[in-house]
């Protein structure tokens, strides 16, 4: 059994919005020279708050903000906000900005490896064998300096997590910024992290919500054996995209029995894009899927995050090169009016599921059933763990409409793609969401 459950009870209201800051805000590639005066840019983030809000969402979730060298994800000094963003009292201007709206903010924390210019690192280099912190990494002398890296990135040195000191280093930055306003962390790496270093950091702090990014695996084992309140989803994500790009509906029916096993005992991190992937509008076969998508994700157990962007049908696509996360991680406009308006009809499909998940808040510990499977249709219904409340979600990746026989009490429709009020007849392509008349 289980046992990580948050204490933090407003995880289970929460939806995310998720940005990485130094691509969003338009910040140069490179740190600059030491000395350079810091740049205000996260106070640019806040004509953004309001339009979070008003998507629905009530959490931001930030990509790394502390001093890197080019990404943010090869940290240099943990307790420093990134002078390419701001000093310290811009980071607490924008936490007390989002408080004051409700909003709650997740931190993203690299300590899985961190940047060849990280002080201990640096001394390091400077002394050898000498250094009082060589055991802060995996090194070899043997013919000179050799170091483990984060999965053949030299820039980005792994840190010794059987090093208590690593330890000790690590649960000091997370409690500071915790008690400095901050809600939470996203843990970066969790999967490459063992899960015993979770338990004696994130696990033994209390106050804060903790999700670890791991890709695939032993999901429940991050939060049985490492302590953590979630992680991120990834095999949901997965088979959302390539079950409607492959018109095969049973791999997201089984993915969704995985998912129903996980949330038995936590709520995953679930997310249709990220700042990682290509963009759910260009990873589609189909664009006319895009909604579909949507309606698993906003309809099943979970924390969802919409990574920014997505809500507007921004397009790019990730390239296995140097700089290519560029086009999914462009810089944004300095306020939601100057973006293009072809966007907008996303948005307000983002708002009215993300508004039919608020009003149905039992859909973070839902279970799911399948009703009808076929490749090209599914439905499914959501029922709230006491079995008090349930919803029913049509989906018709074809290209004709398509009448669910489904053996049911009445239903009525609740939204719909197209606003139909046939409860279950879907055009195609199409999606629809029921509730029991």
Not at 132 to 140: D, E, I, M, N, V
Not at 160 to 174: I, Q, R
Not at 273 to 281: I, P, S
């Amino acid at each position: 059994m289980v046992t990580g459950m948050s204490a933090t009870g407003w995880a289970e209201h929460v939806v995310w919005w998720h940005l990485h800051p130094l691509s969003f805000l338009g910040a140069p590639r490179n740190a600059p020279p030491d000395g350079t005066p810091a740049q205000p840019r996260l106070r640019n983030l806040e004509p953004w708050l309001d339009y979070l809000v008003e998507l629905g969402c009530n959490g931001l979730a930030l990509g790394p903000v502390f001093a890197s060298e080019s990404h943010g994800y090869d940290t240099v000094d943990h307790y420093r906000v990134d002078p390419r963003l701001g000093t310290e009292d811009d980071l607490r201007r924008l936490i007390d900005e989002c408080h004051r709206r409700g909003v709650r903010v997740l931190l993203d924390g690299v300590f899985n490896h961190v940047g060849r210019g990280f002080g201990p690192f640096r001394d390091v280099l400077a002394r050898g064998r000498d250094s009082a912190y060589t055991s802060w990494f995996r090194l070899s002398f043997d013919g000179g300096l050799d170091y483990a890296d984060f999965e053949g990135h030299r820039n980005l040195v792994a840190l010794n997590h059987d090093e208590p000191a690593v330890a000790e280093y690590v649960a000091g930055v997370m409690r500071h910024w915790l008690d400095f306003g901050a809600d939470g962390w996203r843990l970066d790496a969790a999967y490459a992290v063992p899960l015993p270093f979770w338990r004696d950091t994130a696990g033994r702090i209390p106050g804060g919500w903790f999700v670890g990014e791991v890709i695939h695996g032993d999901y429940p084992a991050w939060i049985r054996d490492g302590g953590l309140d979630s992680v991120t989803q990834y095999e949901l994500w997965k088979a959302i995209r390539s079950s409607l790009n492959d018109l095969n509906f049973y791999e997201l029916s089984w993915a969704l029995q995985r998912h129903d096993e996980f949330s038995r005992d936590f709520a995953p991190m679930t997310f249709a894009g990220n700042h990682d992937v290509t963009r759910l509008a260009s990873a589609l076969s189909d664009r006319r899927h895009l909604g579909l998508a949507l309606a698993v994700l906003f309809t099943v157990a979970g924390v969802p995050s919409v990574y920014a962007g997505d809500e507007q049908a921004f397009q790019g696509v990730k390239r296995e090169a140097e700089f290519g996360d560029d086009d999914i991680r462009p810089p944004f406009p300095p306020a939601p009016g100057d973006l293009a308006p072809y966007g907008w009809p996303t948005y307000r499909l983002h708002e009215q599921l993300i508004g039919l998940r608020r009003r149905h808040p039992w859909l973070h510990r839902a279970r799911t059933r399948p009703l009808h499977l076929a490749n090209k249709q599914f439905a499914y219904e959501s029922v709230s763990v006491d079995g008090a409340h349930r919803l029913v979600v049509l989906l018709n990746a074809a290209d004709h409409g398509h009448d669910f026989a489904l053996d049911t009490a009445p239903l009525r429709t609740v939204l719909s793609h197209d606003g139909a009020a046939d409860a279950t007849f879907v055009p195609g392509p199409g999606w629809s969401i029921l509730e029991p008349v």
